[in-house]
């Protein structure tokens, strides 16, 4: 017997309870077959003033994580879905390597993160240098330039936010977006990388490719493109670039 609906896969989706822009998007990229099912990690709308208050929500992050897998898990998923961003790229690559290896051991599923699915996108288009947007304060933008500098990349630029809250993430325009790209765009640049799944950027990555004529990754769109192809569904999407569209 399979699922009426998510027939060919259920991916459960774990996101903090604070984002507002993994769902909508994930659900715009979803083919027919899979359906996605939310668990939210809950944790408080806290300020973030500085690196001291977002090494605190990365603590609450995990803290609560594993509540939120083991609620998805009576669903019974075929792959556990990270929608989040910052814990995935902290303490550089092993550690995120560790933290799949956990979460593969713990539920008995593959997993599909940001910080793994955008190592695999930019191996995709051949893209060693760099530029990256964040909605971080400072530790956290240290922490992605480890963990891309580990894997085997150049990040030649880098523009974190410093948005105010978890929720004000999602706050961002496309107009602010937009303008982050092109400040992190350069000549040497091969390739830009957009992290931190609360920031909408999903529809907007491909006009910004055909503008800035290189690749624009969108981690919602790396993870959701990761998820499939790895677990064997090969739909094109449309809307979203190449990744979906040609890969």
Known sequence: MTDALGWRKKFAVLIPSTNTSVQPEFDAMR??????????????????ND?????RLIELIAGAQMEAVD?????????????ISAETFWDGYAASMRLKKEL???????????????????????????????PYQPIG?????????????????????????????????????????RDVDSPDVE??????????MAALAPRLEQELGKPVVAINTAIYWDALRRNGIPDRVEGFGPLLMNH
């Open 31 to 48: 083919p027919r077959g899979v359906t996605n099912h939310i668990s939210r990690i809950r944790i408080p709308n806290i300020p973030l």
């Open 191 to 200: 390739a830009i990388v957009q992290v931190g799944t609360n920031l909408a």
């Open 104 to 134: 593969e051991d713990h539920t008995g599923l593959p997993v599909a993160m940001g910080s793994d699915a955008c190592r695999a996108a930019l191996d995709l288009f051949g893209a060693r240098r760099i530029g990256v947007i964040t």
């Open 141 to 181: 933008d240290q922490n992605v330039v480890r963990f891309f500098n580990e894997a085997g990349f150049d990040v030649l630029r880098i523009t974190g936010l410093k948005c105010p809250s978890p929720v004000a993430i999602a706050h961002v325009d496309e107009h602010t977006l937009s303008q982050a790209a």
């Open 71 to 83: 609620s998805v898990m009576s669903c019974e998923p075929d792959v556990l879905v990270l929608g």
């Open 51 to 55: 690196s001291k208050d977002f090494e």
